[in-house]
């Protein structure tokens, strides 16, 4: 059973390499050429612990390769083979609606390749809106009559995709015949032998999983932060309040952590689409709630704003203003609806001078933003700062010598984004410390 992965985003270089590491011979593709090009040398063209050394493990053991050619992957693939299709589905310009261009045109480039072989699968792992596999396997039945669709949604965490993806939490298959419970069986055989939990379900079940998983972590990530809203309030610190939460198991301490709420190329754009497809089926009633997740989460950056305007008394005209993280998580240099940087960029435009550094997002970071000021150091960052924003829970700011970075600022005013940093030492060596939903 030869695999092929279409589309070579996080999710599709990944998953990829690691059915090369489960022992399968795999082929890539994608449309950009350069991206190819850099692949088949070996190098990922993003951040992620782990899957560069393992992408050259994969390459020169002879079991994966990438190709920009839908007739070539399909002639080396052949019968019975396995397709995956990873590719993605952002936000609709203007419109909270996933942009289903790049899947169904995947496909139908797919479709039209296999049209005349023998039996094989196809199997949708893209983010998308309940329905679409369902209406594929209809167009794919015209196309490729020997093709069957499954849907296998993906529930990787960029910093970890390469564990996630050897050591999942639970494998979700969507199926509609007993072959294709099968061959993913096989395919997964090595990790359900590990005891990874495996549900078979439908097609719009499996599709309902992803997005409802990713619903639920952001509802836990704006409930604390709504929680921080009335802290503020009241004067209560909402670390304590979350560190009580989370001692009740049925509550848990994972995605509680108060700060500056989320971003990234997922929970943003996914509970949006999952809005306006609930709006489609008629039920948006149900899904009213997440307008609020989100409005709560969005709030949060401009109270970080806010904050870091007070900070400077009052007014961020002519100011310097040091930001430390760029990606909107640490261990990753995506900076897709990265939280930090939507922070820099308002307030620099609030005509201050920012400073940004990223351990690693600093490149993508400039590209986007190339108006603020980028340093090679967390230092270099402070350097006669009149204020310090921590947006992005990098280790390495954690392990700065406050008393250190203090000789380098105007003012030793630092600003916790992320409730990360340890007050007590911060405000031991003499800072004004503020952090988010805290006295
Ligand atoms: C998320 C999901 O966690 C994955 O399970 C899913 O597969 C993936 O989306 C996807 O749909 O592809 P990811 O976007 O990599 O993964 O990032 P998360 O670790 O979920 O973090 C999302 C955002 O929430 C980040 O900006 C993070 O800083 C923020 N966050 C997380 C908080 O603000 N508070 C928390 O307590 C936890």
Not at 11 to 23: P, R
Not at 182 to 203: G, I, N
Request: with cysteine; charged share 25%.
């Amino acid at each position: 059973m030869r695999i092929t992965v279409i589309g070579t985003g996080y999710l599709g270089v990944t998953h990829a390499a690691c059915m090369a590491e489960l022992g399968f011979e795999v082929m890539g593709l994608d449309v950009d050429v350069e991206k190819v090009a850099a692949l088949a040398d070996g190098r990922v063209p993003f951040y992620e612990p782990g899957l560069q050394e393992l992408m050259r493990e994969q390459i020169a053991a002879g079991r994966l390769s990438f190709t920009t050619d839908y007739a070539e992957l399909a002639a080396w693939a052949g019968d019975g083979a396995v397709h995956f299709v990873s590719v993605g589905t952002p936000q609709k310009k203007g419109e909270y609606a996933a942009d289903m261009t790049y899947v169904d045109a995947a496909f139908e480039s797919i479709a039209r390749a296999i049209a005349h072989q023998g039996r094989s699968l196809v199997v949708g792992k893209s983010t998308v809106p309940v329905g679409t596999a369902a209406r594929i396997a209809d167009r794919l039945a015209e196309l490729a009559p020997n093709a069957e669709v499954a849907w296998n949604p993906e529930f990787l965490r960029e910093g970890y995709a390469v564990q996630d993806t050897l050591h999942p939490d639970r494998l979700v298959i969507g199926v509609r015949s007993e072959q294709a419970e099968a061959d993913l069986r096989h395919l997964y055989a090595r990790l359900l032998a590990e005891k990874v939990p495996l549900v078979v379900t439908d097609f719009p079940t499996a599709e309902l999983v992803k997005v409802s998983a990713n619903s639920f972590l952001a509802v836990k990530i704006s409930f604390i932060n709504a929680m921080a809203e009335v802290c503020e309030a009241a004067g209560a610190d909402v670390m304590q309040l979350s560190q009580a939460l989370s001692y009740d198991p049925r509550i848990g301490g994972r995605f509680l952590v108060p700060g500056l709420g989320f971003g990234g190329g997922c929970l943003p754009k996914d509970i949006r689409a999952f809005m306006a497809r609930a709006g489609e089926l008629g039920v948006d009633q149900a899904l009213a709630f997440l307008k609020e997740v989100d409005a709560i989460n969005m709030r949060r950056r401009a109270r970080t704003v806010d904050l870091a305007r007070e900070q400077c008394d009052g007014s961020l005209l002519g100011k310097r203003v040091a930001v430390w993280g760029a990606a909107f998580k640490p261990e990753s240099d995506d900076i897709r609806d990265s939280p930090a940087l939507n922070v820099a960029a308002s307030i620099h435009l609030q005509g201050a001078q920012v400073t940004v550094y990223d351990p690693k997002a600093t490149d993508n970071a400039r590209k986007m933003f190339p108006t603020l000021s980028y340093a090679d150091s967390a230092l270099e960052a402070a350097d006669q700062a009149d204020v310090i924003l921590h947006l992005t829970e990098w280790k390495e700011f954690r392990e700065l010598d406050p008393a250190a970075v203090g000789g380098l600022v105007r003012s030793t005013r630092i600003i916790d984004g992320r409730n990360a940093l340890d007050a007590a030492a911060w405000r031991a060596a003499g800072w004004t410390y503020r952090a988010l939903g805290r006295p």
